[in-house]
């Protein structure tokens, strides 16, 4: 089945502990992105990638970094996550215009 | 820069009736236009985009959208909604002569009643 898919789906984690959300397609797809959701804001984008080894800042990057080794993976990195990163993420592959997205992952920064 | 608006947080409607959400837009080029649904706890679902040609697109479960260049608006529509439908529905804009970036309009919370 062509997907998405994010790991993991929920995290609940304190400031300043480094962590990694993957995300994975099955697609074959060179662009991937990254988005936040947040209430009334509608989804920003925060980084994404043209093909391996190519990224780009999207919205809203400070404080995330982004890696593209392997076209089928593109794992979110927070180096030191802060409270304002509480949010809910999606990771989403394109192909022709139309985005893929993946099921979510629920990120809580206490 | 480009940006969607979506006026309405929320849009109430009665099984059976006519539904619009709706979308406007601005960008300094030419649009690619799209519509995406939420259902809970799950990750957007592409419904419909407008690149070129017919005003009038066609989309996933009956939804419709009317692109408006002199109004610059996009309002998706369905002729007799369902209860299923109820949901997020997000609009979005790229513009083709801008680079790759999507976006997106802050969401509107469709709620169909029996």
């Known amino acids: 089945e062509a997907q998405v898919t994010q790991n993991p789906r929920y995290l609940i984690t304190v400031t300043g502990k480094k962590l990694t959300v993957t995300c994975s397609q099955n697609?074959?797809?060179?662009?991937m992105s990254w988005y936040r959701q947040d209430p009334g804001l509608g989804l920003r984008q925060i980084y994404y990638?043209?093909?391996?080894?190519?990224?780009d800042k999207g919205d809203v990057p400070e404080g995330y970094k982004v890696s593209r080794k392997e076209k089928r993976n593109f794992p979110l990195i927070l180096e030191s996550p802060s409270p304002n990163q509480t949010s809910l993420y999606f990771c989403?592959?394109?192909?022709?215009?139309?985005?893929?997205f993946g099921p979510g992952t629920r990120l809580t920064v206490l | 820069a480009q940006s969607v608006a979506q006026p309405e947080d929320q849009v109430n409607v009665a099984e059976g009736n006519p539904l619009t959400v709706k979308c406007t837009y601005s960008?300094?080029?030419?649009?690619?236009l799209f519509w995406y649904v939420q259902y809970p706890n799950r990750g957007l679902q592409f419904l419909l985009k407008?690149?070129?040609?017919?005003?009038l697109v066609k989309g996933s479960y009956g939804f419709e959208a009317e692109f408006n260049k002199s109004q610059t608006s996009f309002h998706l529509k369905k002729p007799s909604a369902l209860v299923s439908d109820s949901a997020l529905y997000f609009c979005a804009v790229r513009d083709i002569n801008a680079g790759n970036m999507l976006t997106f309009g802050g969401g509107t919370r469709l709620m169909v009643k029996p």
């Open positions: 697609m074959n797809h060179e662009y």
């Open positions: 407008y690149i070129t040609g017919d005003n």
């Open positions: 989403a592959s394109r192909y022709t215009d139309t985005q893929y």
């Open positions: 990638s043209m093909n391996v080894e190519v990224t």
């Open positions: 960008v300094s080029g030419n649009p690619y």
